[in-house]
């Protein structure tokens, strides 16, 4: 399983960014999202969605409101539409996809910079 990122950047507070995250072809997840890390600071869920058939999300509380995951079931791709992004959103994001038996992989991480 390979994960594909991308639509990281650097962007001034207020503005919006979309991650885009792509498998290497369609597999039977269960879950797919986005987590970030800030230097510092341990890995935190961002928000996920259910591509199993489902469409459950289930967002951070520091995001509710701003961003929005969405998903397109060619090669199991979900998206991330982050609006009024703040400084405090500035870390390293990664993408995430989870099996129903709990085994999970991880994309490489992409750079999202805040500047105020």
């Known amino acids: 399983v390979q994960l594909q990122a991308s639509g990281g950047g650097s962007v001034w507070t207020g503005e919006s960014l979309t991650l885009s995250c792509s498998a290497s072809?369609?597999?039977?997840?269960?879950?797919m999202g986005w987590y970030r890390q800030a230097p510092g600071k341990e890995r935190e869920l961002v928000a996920s969605?259910?591509?199993?058939?489902?469409?459950?999300?289930n967002y951070a509380d520091s995001v509710k409101g701003r961003f929005a995951i969405s998903k397109s079931r060619a090669r199991n791709t979900v998206s991330l539409q982050m609006n009024s992004l703040k400084p405090e959103d500035t870390a390293v994001y990664y993408c995430?996809?989870?099996?129903?038996?709990?085994?999970?992989?991880w994309g490489k991480g992409t750079l999202v910079t805040v500047s105020s």
């Open positions: 995430n996809a989870k099996f129903f038996t709990g085994v999970e992989y």
């Open positions: 969605i259910r591509v199993d058939g489902g469409a459950n999300t």
């Open positions: 072809r369609q597999f039977n997840f269960k879950t």
